[in-house]
């Protein structure tokens, strides 16, 4: 979402953009669009988008099932979002490189530049209809990759909640980021699907609604719409992980102003206020 400081990354990262067009057959056209660090970039290419990550060489490869190529092969097509057109891999140096060719939406995201928001976003009732309906769709899928992992739910569910971790831990299939730089505004789109996969069951309902803490009124919405969800001990168990793992990215810096709002939460839905957040390198 924004572009990185590091001057030597958006070399690397626009040499491989570059790349991936002229392999893919695509002239790009228009601004660039950063990812979180410019670990990601993407650009138009008429009415397709390509979309380019980078990760450690040894991290080369896809994984049956998983990321937008599994995404593409087991969500149901009635979950909107872009299409999969093509995708191109490669390696370089220390890096892995990965590139897809994606439908160009245009309806812009709820927020382009951050996870959360601090306006209400106006959303029409139907927005919320078709999420339900969409996330309803997801957790019919067949899910391969645990997000939000078990062994990670048992460290930081004392160290960023102060209580204990659940003896067990139900799930459901899940995007596993959805927040509101990865949703369009109407029509509804589902953006980023390299988290996809088996969720804590309320996880999703319960990151957005984290995410939307400085906005009481949408805060309010999603406990409404999704009642049927947090409002259950298993619910409530997914919208703690989220809460946990939120409150891990304020340990490394993230979200200040958001933060007292997650503290309050969470003490609110377990009786206990969570420890002041320290730095932690503990992975999700």
């Given at each position: 979402?924004?572009?990185?400081?590091?001057?030597?990354?958006?070399?690397?990262?626009?040499?491989?953009?570059?790349?991936?067009?002229?392999?893919?057959?695509?002239?790009?056209?228009?601004?660039?669009a950063?990812?979180?660090?410019?670990?990601?970039?993407?650009?138009?290419?008429?009415?397709?988008?390509?979309r380019?990550?980078?990760?450690?060489?040894r991290?080369?490869?896809?994984?049956?099932?998983?990321g937008?190529?599994?995404?593409s092969?087991?969500?149901?097509?009635?979950?909107p979002?872009p299409?999969?057109?093509?995708?191109?891999d490669?390696?370089a140096?220390?890096?892995a490189?990965?590139?897809?060719?994606?439908?160009?939406?245009?309806?812009p995201?709820?927020?382009?530049?951050?996870?959360d928001?601090?306006?209400?976003?106006?959303?029409?009732?139907?927005?919320?209809?078709?999420?339900?309906?969409?996330?309803?769709?997801?957790?019919?899928a067949?899910?391969?990759?645990?997000?939000?992992?078990?062994?990670?739910?048992?460290?930081a569910f004392?160290?960023?909640?102060?209580?204990?971790?659940?003896?067990?831990v139900?799930?459901?299939?899940?995007?596993?980021?959805?927040?509101?730089?990865?949703?369009?505004?109407?029509?509804?789109?589902?953006?980023?699907?390299?988290?996809?996969g088996l969720?804590?069951?309320?996880?999703?309902a319960?990151?957005?609604?984290?995410?939307?803490?400085?906005?009481?009124?949408v805060?309010a919405?999603?406990?409404?719409?999704?009642?049927?969800?947090?409002?259950?001990?298993?619910?409530q168990?997914?919208?703690?992980?989220?809460?946990?793992?939120?409150?891990?990215?304020?340990?490394?810096?993230?979200?200040?102003?958001?933060?007292p709002?997650?503290?309050?939460?969470?003490?609110?839905?377990?009786?206990?206020?969570?420890?002041v957040?320290?730095?932690?390198?503990?992975?999700a």
């Amino acid at each position: 979402m924004n572009s990185p400081v590091d001057e030597a990354v958006q070399a690397l990262m626009k040499a491989a953009h570059d790349r991936a067009a002229k392999a893919l057959g695509l002239t790009c056209t228009g601004p660039l669009a950063w990812g979180f660090l410019g670990v990601t970039l993407g650009r138009r290419a008429g009415d397709r988008w390509l979309r380019v990550s980078r990760t450690a060489k040894r991290n080369a490869g896809r994984k049956a099932g998983e990321g937008i190529v599994g995404a593409s092969e087991l969500v149901p097509d009635g979950v909107p979002r872009p299409h999969l057109y093509a995708v191109h891999d490669w390696t370089a140096g220390e890096w892995a490189f990965e590139s897809e060719v994606l439908d160009y939406l245009t309806q812009p995201t709820v927020s382009p530049d951050r996870a959360d928001i601090d306006h209400d976003p106006g959303l029409p009732d139907e927005w919320w209809v078709d999420l339900r309906q969409a996330l309803t769709l997801l957790a019919e899928a067949e899910g391969v990759k645990a997000t939000v992992r078990d062994r990670w739910i048992e460290r930081a569910f004392p160290q960023f909640l102060g209580v204990p971790a659940p003896a067990t831990v139900a799930r459901v299939t899940g995007h596993g980021d959805l927040h509101w730089g990865n949703l369009t505004a109407a029509p509804l789109c589902l953006m980023d699907w390299e988290r996809w996969g088996l969720v804590p069951f309320g996880y999703d309902a319960g990151l957005l609604h984290a995410n939307s803490l400085l906005v009481p009124g949408v805060a309010a919405r999603i406990r409404k719409e999704f009642a049927a969800v947090l409002d259950t001990p298993a619910g409530q168990i997914g919208e703690l992980a989220a809460l946990a793992e939120m409150l891990q990215a304020v340990a490394r810096g993230w979200y200040p102003g958001l933060a007292p709002h997650l503290v309050a939460r969470a003490e609110a839905l377990t009786g206990v206020c969570p420890p002041v957040p320290v730095h932690s390198e503990v992975s999700a």
